[in-house]
């Protein structure tokens, strides 16, 4: 594997001059849009001539120039021209699905965050071993599918929005729908309420709430709108759907503002806090933007099911802020509050502490 040496990439930029790039799509509105609120040109990276005219519809968050690629491999062919503009990358879910998350590990350019933790994220087994180690109850996981006595999720390996997630209620209806092909973790179903909880960790700032090292904040909170999970009983039960052969999808479609109940909070930090703790241990750190996918349950306990460790579009409906970080700044985004910790950094010489 390609070493990334951050001090020798950045040895040629003009830190006065910087661009901020990613690609069109997922959060890269509201990237755009917050960059540009804290002076920083911005670049787009586009497959298709109809991706590019669809920034026209929105000005303000449209990128300053687009590179346009035939696929997003290609974006590994145009590095040398990317960093003659100074460009820091900013992943998100689809840059990383797009180009793979072993090549973006390779991709020779400034990233912000540790591109470390998509070796604990991608892979669901090492994602529990971070998560456990931080102390939080997940889902119990069945690891021989002839165990399934109750509901299950299956859920395949990486980034996928949910596509191919199903429920089981025993082996034979596991056998009939898994994919074999792919590698999957079984968890049991959680009934509860889901809170996606959308955190950024600042190793350089102490402006937060204090960790060991640097600070974390809670910048907002969504729900995920999911087809057709969440529409099914328009129809009537899942039990009397799946007699007829409809099957209960998760593909996510959309995102919904949520708020949690204040005296959840403080478990909500402590959480935070712990991941952030366990990941300087276990791989340098989590940087930036990280959630927290839970379910609440009855009794008010969190189990968590997943980490997603950069911005998620779950932070898409806060472009102007949400009731947690209106407490912290007005306006304030995720994306905008990504570009605030570049701008600080380049200020007081510490990019290399928050890229890779």
């Not at 456990?132 to 069945?142: F, R, S, V």
């Not at 959480?271 to 008010?300: A, D």
Request: glycine letters at 8%; proline letters at 4%.
């Amino acid at each position: 594997m390609v070493q990334i040496n951050i001090n020798n990439l950045l040895s040629s930029y003009d830190l006065n001059d910087l661009t901020i790039a990613t690609v069109c799509s997922h959060s890269s509105l509201q990237l755009f849009h917050g960059a540009k609120k804290e002076g920083f040109k911005t670049l787009g990276i586009a497959v298709g001539e109809s991706r590019r005219k669809f920034y026209d519809a929105f000005p303000l968050a449209k990128p300053d120039e687009f590179l346009m690629v035939d696929n997003y491999k290609d974006i590994l062919s145009h590095t040398d021209e990317l960093k003659e503009k100074n460009v820091i990358v900013i992943p998100h879910g689809s840059f990383v699905e797009y180009l793979g998350a072993e090549t973006f590990l390779t991709l020779d350019l400034p990233t912000f965050g540790n591109r470390q933790v998509l070796n604990w994220e991608s892979d669901r087994n090492q994602e529990r071993v971070w998560l456990e180690g931080a102390g939080l109850t997940m889902p119990k996981e069945i690891k021989d599918p002839h165990f399934i006595e109750s509901p299950v999720i299956v859920k395949y390996h990486g980034a996928k929005g949910g596509k191919g997630f199903f429920i089981a209620k025993s082996f034979e209806e596991f056998k009939r729908r898994i994919d074999k092909k792919k590698t999957y973790t079984i968890q049991e179903f959680v009934l509860g309420t889901r809170y996606y909880l959308h955190y950024f960790y600042s190793p350089i700032q102490n402006n937060g709430y204090k960790l060991d090292k640097g600070n974390l904040q809670l910048l907002s909170m969504d729900r995920r709108d999911e087809t057709t999970i969440d529409e099914v009983q328009r129809l009537g039960s899942i039990a009397e759907l799946e007699e007829v052969g409809i099957h209960p999808t998760f593909v996510v479609t959309g995102n919904i503002p949520i708020v949690l109940r204040e005296s959840l909070l403080p478990k909500v930090f402590s959480m935070g806090e712990r991941v952030v703790q366990e990941s300087l241990k276990l791989f340098g750190g989590i940087i930036g933007s990280f959630c927290l996918e839970t379910v609440v349950t009855e009794h008010l306990e969190f189990k968590v099911f997943e980490i997603s460790a950069r911005i998620v579009a779950g932070t898409n409906p806060y472009i102007s802020g949400s009731p947690y970080a209106d407490y912290i700044q007005p306006n304030l985004s995720t994306g905008r509050r990504i570009a605030q910790e570049i701008k600080y950094a380049a200020k007081h010489d510490l990019l290399t502490e928050i890229l890779s």
